[in-house]
């Protein structure tokens, strides 16, 4: 009888240590979550870091998006933001009304890009508009797209939701998206600029509804654009400030770029912002890899040098062509006396400088790259179904939804 219950005892430690070691791989698992921090301004531009919360669910708090084309720079610019504020900031995907979470006064969204939802509805106030180099852009959203397994939905997404920020994709994915998706991503990029900038002009139909672009529908002329509903009747989506993740990161101008977002949440409602003099201590503490506070970030990941993620020639002087469209678009017409408009056409300056150097390089060590037919094209396209990513709108779904068929049937028959 002693050595069953000396066994039961055993079990049930044994059992008890199981769990404990699952809470705690949890805990570790979310860690990153919790772990968002502020500094607190120690006089003489010295400031020391405490952890980041919620405001609370009663809060009453002037809101801002924070808005951006996908691996734009979102999570550094978020550290940021909680280190300038001590307001953990919160996301367009887990957001829910007031009375049911911790409010929020700053949220992140990739909206209208397929990869973000407007989930806040008329619950936020302004929008700080975030830009990156597409250069450096797309290679990590392709990465991020790999963590999570190509997920197209948000439920798949949750399964790896907490494990991004390891591990790097192969080369051979790589180039199959690249090649696959470079032109439809590069008109994405700029469209989601011109949707922030313009107020919310509408640059796909109504009837896509993963807004991407994706056969059947199909781009919007400028010309026929119309307001998206959401900027018409729940908040005015003009951004007040624009943010270049390139200079954020950069350890010259990143303490003055930090300075901008700060002037755009001080004064607001229910927000409090750090003295400007230790604006450059919250940046250098935001930089530091050493920081335990710090989520994971690209630094983490493991695998392939990130200078392996290369372009063709040609997608390279396409993508400097598209930037140059850009620049010349805001530096002139309407444009001309915005200061949002200014300051992209500074950032897309310095793109295409970036771009062109490296063009440069390829031209002095031009390997020739296979010209491009419809077989490779079929395998492209075939990997592309393979992970789930390609035809978002079948047939006989489409066919299915009462009073949409009608309306969109001419599409397939084309």
């Given amino acids: 009888m002693g050595k069953l219950k000396l066994a039961t005892c055993a079990f049930v430690i044994l059992i008890f240590a199981i769990f404990k070691a699952l809470e705690f791989d949890v805990i570790k698992r979310k860690s990153w979550l919790r772990n968002r921090s502020l500094s607190i301004s120690l006089g003489n531009g010295n400031c020391k870091w405490t952890q980041a919360y919620p405001l609370g669910k009663d809060a009453?708090?002037?809101g801002t998006i924070l808005a951006g084309y996908p691996a734009s720079g979102m999570r550094l610019t978020w550290q940021h933001a909680e280190?300038?504020?001590?307001?953990?900031?919160?996301?367009?995907y887990n957001f829910v009304p007031p009375d049911?979470?911790?409010?929020?006064?700053?949220i992140k969204t990739q909206y209208p890009h397929l990869e973000g939802i407007w989930s806040w509805g008329d619950r936020f106030d302004q929008v700080l508009l975030l830009v990156r180099n597409p250069r450096h852009a797309f290679p990590s959203y392709h990465t991020l797209l790999s963590e999570i397994h190509y997920a197209a939905d948000w439920d798949t997404v949750a399964l790896y939701y907490l494990d991004i920020f390891k591990t790097k994709p192969t080369i051979a994915n790589w180039i199959r998206w690249r090649d696959l998706l470079f032109?439809?991503?590069?008109?994405?990029?700029?469209?989601?600029?011109?949707y922030w900038m313009s107020g919310g002009m509408q640059y796909w139909v109504d009837l896509d509804l993963e807004r991407n672009l994706q056969w059947p529908f199909h781009l919007v002329d400028e010309t026929e654009?119309?307001?998206?509903v959401h900027c018409i009747y729940e908040m005015n989506c003009n951004p007040v400030t624009v943010i270049s993740f390139d200079r954020l990161a950069d350890p010259v101008k990143g303490p003055d770029e930090a300075a901008k977002m700060a002037k755009i949440l001080e004064g607001k409602k229910g927000i409090n912002v750090i003295e400007e003099e230790a604006i450059p201590c919250v940046w250098n503490k935001t930089m530091d890899q050493d920081?335990?506070?710090l989520a994971r970030n690209d630094f983490d990941r493991t695998g392939v040098n990130d200078e392996n993620y290369k372009f063709t020639l040609g997608q390279m002087k396409e993508m400097r062509d598209e930037v140059i469209r850009m620049k010349v678009k805001y530096a002139s017409g309407k444009w001309v006396n915005n200061k949002n408009a200014q300051d992209l056409v500074e950032y897309f300056d310095e793109y295409i400088v970036d771009i062109t150097d490296e063009i440069s390089q390829m031209e002095l060590n031009f390997v020739p790259t296979p010209a491009p037919n419809e077989e490779y094209r079929s395998d492209l396209y075939a990997w592309y179904v393979s992970i789930g990513r390609s035809g978002r709108y079948p047939r006989e779904q489409m066919e299915a939804l009462a009073g949409v068929w009608e309306k969109v049937k001419h599409l397939y028959d084309e």
Wanted: proline share 3%.
């Fill in 60 to 62: 009453d708090v002037f």
């Fill in 83 to 92: 280190g300038l504020t001590g307001i953990q900031v919160g996301d367009d």
């Fill in 100 to 106: 049911a979470y911790e409010r929020t006064g700053i």
């Fill in 183 to 194: 032109h439809e991503e590069l008109v994405l990029w700029s469209e989601f600029i011109d």
């Fill in 225 to 228: 654009r119309t307001t998206d």
């Fill in 291 to 293: 920081n335990p506070y």
